[in-house]
């Protein structure tokens, strides 16, 4: 198993940043699983194996869904950017903007 997740000696690392690292790694390979579970969708033609690779890709939308929580959870001013932004109607960008303002009040 390879260490690419780390940019700096993993010896000198604390174990909550190399826990941070394998869970960043994790949500990297969810989203490419619910990519490439996309591709394939958009061009099976037999519908159960299309039911069958929709429900697969529902899971890893949980599993992106878990360790994004996870990461929100541990640092508080991902918490409030990310706020500010998913599940909000309005324009996107202002969203963020109002997330910015926010974060630096912490």
């Known amino acids: 198993m390879g260490f690419e997740q780390y940019h700096e000696p993993a010896n000198e690392l604390s174990q909550q940043t ?3 690292a394998r869970i960043i790694a994790s949500l990297n390979e969810e989203c490419e699983a619910i990519n490439w579970y996309e591709q394939r969708i958009s061009v099976e ?16 939308f949980l599993h992106f869904s878990m360790d994004l929580e996870l990461l929100l959870r541990r640092h ?3 918490r409030v950017a990310a706020q500010s932004i998913l599940f909000k109607s309005g324009d996107i960008i202002a969203n963020a903007e109002r997330g910015e303002d926010a974060e630096e009040k912490m």
């Open 18 to 20: 190399r826990t941070f």
């Open 45 to 60: 033609q037999d519908e159960e194996a299309k039911r069958i690779m929709q429900h697969a890709q529902e899971e890893e």
């Open 76 to 78: 508080p001013k991902w």
